[in-house]
Every structure is written in structure tokens, then in C-alpha cells.
């Protein structure tokens, strides 16, 4: 089962009540739950060919673009303070009819919601403490990934996803540096593409990837990190078919080639 | 003179050539020139109609945001770290064709520019020392507000600025002492209003307003400010009326009383 | 009573059940009630200050343009043949939550709707007749008037309408007459303009203005007819105010000198 | 050669300097150039395979919309009257830099172009006249197909045309002869699609699908064509491609196959 909604993809049945306002009705199934982000699990995807229960908890869209941002930072110890400021096109939010997604709303403005509290926190929170499990680093290597500071906002837009992480380095690197680290962890990853220019949501419209730019800027002495998605493609159904992929022993890539549409 | 270009937006003659590649021709006429945001600088302004030569620099669109939203925090030196991330519709960029302002390129995405550079951030430095150094405190008093991290956005809309600000507080705060603050800070402001709810740039279309809304996240220990306006009109035009009626003794909101236009 | 909706807009009780699907439940109300399209409808409106009820139907969103538009042509008989087609944005269709007016439904789209059968219809048909009678020709001098080709299409915008006449005149007629005949017909109107390049919708936003632009296209044969208004102000809420200005004896522009909104 | 611009899309060279202002360099080509509507020209393209020199003159984006919903009328000799009133977003106009194209001006605006004299007009006209000859009628067998009335409007989107074709119909006509008219010239056509509901344009975006809707409007007598398409596939690219499939004998969907992308 590949659950595009949230009910697996926290580990801490904890973080149910908190931060969606229910139990968990069966903790027992979130241990096995695998967090559907191919790049930092794609092992266990592959392994639950052979589960008994196989479940995949696909991940939201601001937690996809914002956690493959950072995770490199985090693996590194580097992220001494962070804030994620996102935005979103309106897709994100469903297809359900609310006042507030109007069209006589939406166009022409911008708004902030969630405003300290969105719940997809909890998934950057996790991934980026498993990262730094991962890596060896103590649990607070990388003091400014928790309590996170994230803040979302509604774009009139109808598909994209823009995620705008400012991180205070926990010690001096250098451009090449962060080059280097960021060409090295998605050398190899076929929906990822490190860029050298900030990228625009338009650049991915349509398609499976995930774009980054990584920028010391030295005279304020902070890494912005901007990672761009289609929310409905790589951060919802996509990335759901690339885990479905990897569980069945398909091709990863397998219909999931489709080119960005521009303009 | 109300100039609604940068040549006299900045105190010291160092930040043209910084900032905007060349040295400035009249640096002695710099000192003499008013900051056009009369929120900050009303007695100057109404003391220019007695001035032999009386220039104002009138702000650009992301300060007159940005400044208003974070200056009651700087007034009380509770700026201890500090992201400005901004948003804005076209209209900011003027008239002037260019290929990425375009239709095709602007509409469905979302891109950051300026990135670690944006010619903005002199100004909402400049201003935010100011504040600090008007209110009695050191000049380290809020050393989140310079080298300032500050990363504009261009969305597809045309009118509308929307600034989130992230600060970490130099001290704890309290809901309850932020909300007397910025109360206190803008009782008597015709122009900007310290709204309970997240605002929309929608909410000011049109208007000379400008709303804040501040609120601390207690998860994280940080202070959100978000505060929008109508770039053209507070943020241009309407906010170089304001400083003319200043000027010339008439009534600061004469023609400015529009109402927002909504939807 | 200045009434919004449709409930007094029609002369005809068995307008009702057929466009509304309803039998008007106060026929006897239809006729003293006026049609409230002051460039048509003026000395009725200021004659209803005298009268015992004053019921107005304030006019549809679409019938303000097209019949603005086409009174002219109606008057002098000129209309052999006509389609109207129309489009708006969203937010003639109120702010009621609906599923095709959401966001992610109507940008990047268009679509007609209504087809064959919109309801402003009933009124274009009435008011064309109305000035066709008063110019003292037969009923059927326009014979392209009745029963009228009106078909509206959804465009991904807020505000605005833009009405397209394509006219087949009823006899030969020249540039040079057009223009004479529509200045003539809206000389002294405060609310219509008659442009020599055809508009948008964006000229007008904001303000209770209709523009209105005639062209002789001498190789199709046919008037287009080009006319735009704000739906919210000159085709709603401030027609209504031109209209109770009217009935009480006010200035016909008091309130309703906004200029419009660009960009 | 398939050329996407209209140097080889008109038969007769006196089109060239009436409608682009210019004499044709080598006319003796035009009569060789085969016009690039697969679905009108299906056996010519094939036969390009043998040719010696083989030119594809590919359609405008408004002409392939158009002359697709109106084909199968004017096969049957039934425009009696025309008027085609489209729409487009601003692709059509291709990614040159213009000020008319800037975001500021196409958003939240409509307007008309073009008035009386687009020159997509000669193309739509040179195949209504190929259909009724080839159907054997008399060349004014259709009268409405000359000289068209055909108006462009330019839409806030980036993507998409609708043509609304209103046809006065030559002769009593059911609307079940029409279904089975559209239905049998359509058959087989792995593009065109005959839909029981008024299309929107956002319903094709992406493909290279025309969707078309014919509604008898029996109160008006007036036959409703309305025709989708994305302009930049099935418009442009898309169907320069479907032509190369069949002049170089390949499947004619290849390449083809991609769904809309939908929201």
C-alpha cells in the first residue's frame, strides 16, 4: 500500500495527536511504514518487495523539495540555524472546494498560512534527524533543524512548489565546498539536478524532478538552499509511482520520464 | 524634489558604489535629502518646507514593508537574528520590457533573484540602524539586522508586496508584550495597520496601507512578522504623496484615501 | 429599493418561468419597477423620487456592456444580424463557493458556458427592443436583436468584461457614420466613452466606466461592436449607486469618480 | 521541410502581399507545399515521402482549431452565416519580447486584436473553399466561409485557443444530424475528439488533441461550434510532428501520445 495521505509517514505515533489531533489507531503498522522519498530510502522500498505488510507513507510536497534541499546539509552537521520559507501553488491543497481556494481569492495575492504550525514540519523534522542519525553525528549536530521554523505560503499559481531554506552554517565552507557535497550526494539520483542558477517552479512543471540551488552568500554569511518541484508529480503521485517502482522491481524511472511543459 | 529612483535613498556615499556600481555625483546632496517613509522620518519631512533645497528618497517597495514591519522590534533591540524572506507581483520591476517579466515566463512559477544581493537590502540596513541608534542602543543591539539576509521572489501576480520576516528575539518575549508594542508603535499611523489575523496582499490592493501582523511561534522560539502592502502605491507613488503632502503642510492623507479594491 | 438581482430587471411576467425557472410572484410590481441603466432609464429614475414605490432592477453584468454597446445601432435600426460574444472573469459569478470557480479549475483556461440559453439573455433582447421602439421603428427594424446568439465565456481573470458584437448592418452604412452616430449617442454621458482603438478590460478596472469602440470592418462586411466595463463597479454596485444618485437627487457621479486601477 | 511559419500555408500567391505585405519569393513552390493538416491532407503528406522536393506549410494555431470544428459543415454545404470569435493565450505570439506580452499588461485584462484583418483569416478561408469543393459544391455553397468575420482576443493564460464558430446554418438542420455528421467525419481521427459537453481549453493542455462541441441552438436557429486546443501542440509543434510521422511513414501518433496535464 502506497498511502499518499499522512497516516505513515511519521514514525513517532506521538506526533499524531500533536500534530494532526488524532491517535494512531494502529502504531504498530508505523514501525514497518516505510517514508516513500526514494533518495533517503530507497533501500527499504526495495526490501519491502519481500515484506509481508508493505507500506509506503509518500511524502508531502513541501517536506520532498525541503528535505532533498537540505539533506546534504544535514549529513554534513552544517545547519547551525535554518529557516524554510515555502511556497506553494493551490494544487497542494486538493481538489476540495473551500472559500479561501477561489479563484476570486487566490489571483492577485499572497498569503502566509499555517503560520507556526504546518504540519508537514513534522516530516522535515524526522527526515532531517534520520540524516543526521545516518551520518553519525549527535542528535544535535545540526541544532537548527528542530524545532523547525517553517512558513508557508498560498501563490497564485495552480501547480509548483518553491522552498526557500536560509541556513546559518555551524562553520565556515566555502562555495566549492558546497558544490562539491551537493554533486556528490545526487551524482547519481535520476530526479534530482543540482543547478547552477536559481531555478523557477516552471522549469519542472509537469515532470518527476527536483531542482536545487545551493548559494553561500558571503556577505551575510548564510547557505540559502532553493529546491523547486511539481507538487503533484514529484511531491505527490510521481514520487508515489517511483516508490511503486522500487517495491516491484520496475525500472525507477518507469513512466515517469515525461519532459517539464513550458512555458 | 521627491525622487521615486535610489540616488538619494541612502545616507553614505560608500553604499552607490556597493550597491549600484557607481559613485554617487552629488555625495554632499546626500546629507541634506530626507528618507521619504514618514512613519520614521515625519518631522524631517514637514521640516523640509523650510529648506533652501529639499530632496526626499523616496523608499523602494520590499523597505517600505520590511522597515515598518521590523521596526518596533529594532526600537527595542529584539533583533537577534533575522531572515527577510519577500515576496512581489511584477509591478515592482517598472515597465520596461524584459524577457523574464514576459507573460509566458512569469505565469504558473515562482523564482527567486537578487539572491544575496538585492540593491533593497542597503536601505532596510540603513533604516533598521537608524531605529536602533534613535531608541538609545548600541549599534550591536540587533545584530540580526546587518549584513542582512534578504531574499525577494517574483510571483505571478501584478500588484503586491508581501515581507516575512523571521527573527530570532534577542530575549524572551511574550505574545502580549509584542502585540502593546506594535500597538503603541502605530496608535497614531494612518497608514499602517497591526491586524489579529495573517494578511493577504489582496487585503491593501490599491491602497496606501500597509498591514502587519506579528506573531510568535513559541515552538520555535522565533517572532514571525508579515506584513504587505500595494507596491505601487505605499510602495511607490502613494507613499512619495504622502511625503509631498508632508512637505507642503497638507493634510499627510490628502488623495490617499483609497480604498482597497477587492476581490 | 434598488434590487441587484434579476427580480426586477424583466417587463415580461413570462420572462420569469421561461429564463428563471420560477412565476414572478409580485407581477403586478414588474411594471412599476425601472430598469435601472441610467444612459437608457434616466428621467424614469429621477421620476421615481415622486413615486410611492421606487423599485429599481439594476441591470445584469453582461446586458450594461452589450447593451451600451449596441443602442446606438439598435436606435437606428441597423442591427440585420447580431451574435454576442462574451467574456468575464470569475467573479461576475458571485462568491458563492463552487467547484469550477476554484483556483486550480478556471487558471490556465477558458470555457463558454451558458450556451444557448444564459439568462441576460431575457434583457438584452428587452432593452434592444425598447430602444428600438422609442426610435419609433417597426419591431422587427433590428430583426438580429431577437431571439439573440449571446454566448459568455469563463476567462481566468477576476474583474472585467469584454463584450464582442458582430453586426451585420441592416443596410449600408460608413466609418464615418458610426462614429458620428456614436458620438452623438453618448456625448454627454459621464460613464460612457467611445475610443477610437479597441480596449481593454484592464482600462476600465476599478471605475464606472464603459468603453466602447465601433469598426466598420469593410471586407467581412460587419460593425464588431468592442465594449468593456468592470463587472463589480459600472455592471453592479456602482450602477446601482449611479442609479440611487439618481432617485435622490444626488450628482449621477457622486462616489463614483474612482479612475481605474492600472496596472 | 515543414515550416512552422505561414511562408508556404497559402495556395495563391496574391495572399502574400494582402495579407503579409510582402510578394512570395518563389510562388512556384506554393503550388508543390502541401498544407499541413493531417486530418484534411492526410494522402498528400504521405505522398511528400515520394516527392522530390517536399514542403509542409503547418498550420496557425487559430486556423487548425477552427477549420476542424467547421470542416464537417462546410462538407455538407450548411454555413449560411459565420462568425468566429477566438481566444488565445499569449504563447500564440511566440516568445519574442513585446510590451503588449508583459505580464503587467495580459493580467487580469482581455482585449481584442487584430480587428477586421488577422491574417490566420486567408488560411481559414483557403480550406473552407477546399472542403466545399471537394465535397463537390458550388464554390458558394458556404456563403458564410467568405469573407469571414474573424476575431482574436488575447487571454491572461499562457497556453490554450477556443474558437467559438457561430454558424447561421444554410438549411434546417436537427441536432442529431449533426451529432451523426461530427461523429462519422471524426471516426477515425486519433486527435480529434467530438465531446458531448462544451469543452474548456485546459481539458487539452499538453496533447495534441482537438476537442470539439457542436450545440444546435434552436431558440437562436444558430448552430455553436466551439473547438479547443493547446496552441503550442496540436497548434504548432505537436502537429509539425504528426506531419512528419506520415511524410516519413512512421505511426502517425508517435511521439504523440502524452496526456493533457491536468490541473
Redo the contacts between chains.
Sequence with gaps: MIDLGPDFRLRDPADYPRWYGFDHPRPDLLAQAVYGLPELHRAELVALADAEVAIVGSPGCYPTATILGLAPLAGAGLIG?L?V?A?S???GAG?E???D?????????????G???HRHTAEIEQELALVTARAGLAANANPGTA???F?P?L??????I?S?S?V?PSRPITQAALDALYAEAYADEPFVTVVAA?????HV??SNEVRIHV?L??????I?V?S?EDN?VKGAAGQAIQAFNLVHGLPETAGLE?LP?A?
Design positions: 540555524d529557516v520559507d511556497k501553488g493551490v494544487s481538489r472546494t473551500k472559500p481556494m477561489m479563484f476570486g481569492e487566490v489571483n492577485e495575492s499572497v498569503k502566509a498560512y503560520v507556526g504550525g524545532p523547525l521554523d512558513l505560503h501563490i497564485p499559481m495552480t501547480r509548483g518553491f526557500s536560509h546559518r536559481p531555478p523557477a517552479t516552471k512543471t509537469g548559494r552568500d558571503e556577505r551575510s554569511g548564510r540559502l532553493l523547486v503533484i515525461q511543459l512555458p
